[in-house]
């Protein structure tokens, strides 16, 4: 419940505190006093987007205080939890707008985002404005409606929704593979089919690089190869050295040891002598090829830098490239069993929505019923008991809420055909269903202040007396705040405001006055009357007031 509203320096508002209760409190004033800035006021607290700029001409700010008693088990309770606030008994809201358009919001005194003044005013505070019925004729909303008086969870459907449109589109991607894939299957195949006879290796062309400039300069190194051989061979150096190592031996004897420092040089030098003759041997045996082989190197290298250029890629990428073209040719190949195995869960994914839509309109069909009822019950004591309002469900547009199309209609009259309300229903019988309506839907919301901006325009006579008593019963086991020009609906308030206008100096300001037996009386009167306040006009007054 709102216990109070406190504002400082808003738009023509310079002090004000307002001090509400359980039960009916009507707010009252000439057009153009100020009742709707109370209203932008307490939508500014709430964290509501409304004017950009609510500070008083002159004023470092304007400043916002709502408090609201919270009890126990309150909605309101949860979301100060995940904002880390320590609920209490009370619950005191406050912003502040600086003169440069910066705003900062407070709950408990801690500060806080204005989307947590928006989660908390959702279980606060409901206002119902002079334009409300707008979204009451649209019905684009009234399936979130009929859903919201059903209390239905759509968790569910849209999670089946989901899962709907991902497996449909898992196979249309997989489809479209397929497909291109398909497309050049002829290509695929060839391509695969002669990267597998090359069968080229990772480094191959290199090496047979390597092997085919050996072979093209063996021809020329060879002959000075060869004739190296026969220098260090027996022929050559080794002979001689043998030679000369045979004659010292013979005269180391009597060479008293001088010789035996170069015989062992000499032994050294035929061990390097010889290896250096292995050598040379072995080079001989590679530059020895059969002429056919570098025809044959050529050949297959020459191959595989062809066929790199013909897809693109490096010769050394061929393998990986191969192995890209066969995983192609494999999803051809299974592709139809891919296809079969996407098209079974699309089948499923479908069938599971279907199965949730089914539950959910079943849920709606079975809502539009308790809400018919619930509407006739509601238009009765408006005067409209002759009035038929029908919830008309039908088939829609599949989607993440379902696929139910849900129009509310009336027909005011007996005999006559049902039809949209913007059609049917006169302004005054729109304010009527608009005021039933959200009844009906705001009759299992405990802890919520109700608020009507003139819900009760284009009525009169016995049918604002109708409205008046309908808000007052509403009011018995809410908080309900009525801003209304209708004496008959201010009359049945439990307390009286009057927001009137003063001119100090040359600014102009707004206030609310709470008003007492006597001056409820003079109230009434005027709204009756009009400028010219008669005994009569007192009298009739007196006669509304009576309980």
């Known amino acids: 419940m709102l216990r109070s509203l406190d504002i400082r320096d808003v738009l023509i508002i310079d002090r004000l505190s307002l001090e509400l209760g359980p039960g009916l409190n009507v707010l009252t004033g000439e057009t153009g006093a100020g009742k709707s800035i109370l209203l932008d006021a307490l939508g500014f607290v709430l964290g509501w987007r409304g004017r950009a700029e609510l500070v008083r001409q002159g004023a470092a700010q304007g400043e916002v205080t709502a408090v609201f008693d919270l009890p126990p088990g309150h909605r309101a309770r949860a979301v100060l939890d995940a904002a880390g606030i320590e609920p209490e008994?009370?619950?005191?809201?406050?912003?502040?707008?600086?003169?440069?358009?910066?705003?900062?919001?407070?709950?408990?005194?801690?500060?806080?985002?204005?989307?947590?003044?928006?989660?908390?005013?959702?279980?606060?505070?409901?206002?119902?404005?002079?334009?409300?019925d707008r979204g009451l004729l649209n019905p684009r909303g009234h399936r979130a409606l009929l859903d919201a008086f059903a209390g239905l969870d759509l968790g569910g459907l849209r999670a089946a929704w989901a899962s709907q449109r991902l497996a449909r589109?898992?196979?249309?991607?997989?489809?479209?593979?397929?497909?291109?894939?398909?497309?050049?299957?002829?290509?695929?195949?060839?391509?695969?089919?002669?990267?597998?006879?090359?069968?080229?290796?990772?480094?191959?062309?290199?090496?047979?690089?390597?092997?085919?400039?050996?072979?093209?300069?063996?021809?020329?190194?060879?002959?000075?190869?060869?004739?190296?051989?026969?220098?260090?061979?027996?022929?050559?150096?080794?002979?001689?050295?043998?030679?000369?190592?045979?004659?010292?031996?013979?005269?180391?004897?009597?060479?008293?040891?001088?010789?035996?420092?170069?015989?062992?040089?000499?032994?050294?030098?035929?061990?390097?002598?010889?290896?250096?003759?292995?050598?040379?041997?072995?080079?001989?045996?590679?530059?020895?090829?059969?002429?056919?082989?570098?025809?044959?190197?050529?050949?297959?290298?020459?191959?595989?830098?062809?066929?790199?250029?013909?897809?693109?890629?490096?010769?050394?990428?061929?393998?990986?490239?191969a192995g890209d073209l066969r995983a192609r040719l494999a999803a051809i190949?299974?592709?139809?069993?891919?296809?079969?195995?996407?098209?079974?869960?699309?089948?499923?994914?479908?069938?599971?929505?279907?199965?949730?839509?089914?539950?959910?309109?079943?849920?709606?069909?079975?809502?539009?019923?308790?809400?018919?009822?619930?509407?006739?019950?509601?238009?009765a004591p408006l005067k409209m008991e002759r009035a038929v309002f029908a919830t008309e469900i039908s088939g829609g547009e599949p989607g993440p809420e379902g696929v139910d199309a849900v129009t509310f209609t009336v027909a005011t009259n007996p005999g006559a055909p049902a039809g949209a309300l913007n059609r049917i229903a006169s302004g005054g019988e729109l304010s009527r269903f608009l005021l039933a309506l959200k009844v009906c839907l705001t009759g299992d919301s405990p802890g919520l202040t109700l608020i009507f901006d003139e819900i009760d325009r284009g009525v009169g006579g016995a049918t604002a007396d109708a409205v008046g008593r309908r808000l007052k019963a509403l009011a018995q086991g809410a908080q309900v705040l009525v801003v209304t020009h209708s004496p008959q609906v201010a009359a049945?308030?439990?307390?009286?405001?009057?927001?009137?206008?003063?001119?100090?100096?040359?600014?102009?300001?707004?206030?609310?006055?709470?008003?007492?037996?006597?001056?409820r009386v003079e109230e009434i009167a005027r709204m009756l009357a009009g400028d010219t306040v008669t005994e009569a006009a007192r009298a009739a007054a007196r006669a509304l007031l009576v309980p």
């Open 492 to 519: 049945f308030g439990a307390r009286h405001w009057r927001v009137e206008k003063r001119v100090t100096g040359e600014q102009t300001l707004s206030t609310v006055v709470a008003l007492d037996a006597d001056a």
């Open 333 to 379: 190949d299974g592709g139809a069993a891919g296809i079969a195995r996407l098209q079974k869960a699309v089948a499923e994914a479908e069938t599971a929505f279907a199965t949730e839509a089914a539950r959910v309109t079943t849920a709606r069909r079975a809502a539009a019923v308790r809400l018919d009822a619930a509407m006739a019950a509601e238009l």
């Open 89 to 132: 008994d009370e619950l005191f809201l406050r912003r502040i707008n600086a003169a440069d358009g910066r705003k900062t919001a407070f709950v408990n005194d801690r500060r806080v985002s204005g989307e947590v003044l928006r989660d908390l005013s959702d279980l606060l505070v409901e206002l119902h404005g002079q334009h409300d």
């Open 169 to 321: 589109q898992a196979l249309a991607e997989a489809e479209g593979t397929l497909a291109r894939a398909a497309a050049e299957e002829d290509f695929l195949r060839h391509a695969v089919a002669e990267l597998d006879k090359l069968n080229p290796e990772p480094g191959e062309d290199a090496a047979l690089d390597a092997r085919r400039r050996l072979m093209q300069g063996a021809g020329r190194i060879r002959e000075d190869v060869a004739k190296a051989l026969a220098a260090v061979s027996e022929d050559g150096a080794e002979g001689r050295m043998r030679d000369a190592l045979r004659w010292l031996d013979g005269a180391a004897d009597k060479a008293e040891g001088q010789l035996d420092a170069a015989m062992a040089a000499l032994n050294r030098a035929l061990i390097e002598l010889g290896e250096a003759q292995a050598g040379v041997e072995r080079a001989l045996d590679v530059l020895d090829f059969d002429p056919g082989e570098l025809e044959r190197v050529e050949e297959r290298l020459f191959a595989i830098r062809a066929l790199a250029r013909k897809h693109g890629v490096l010769a050394d990428d061929l393998g990986s490239f």
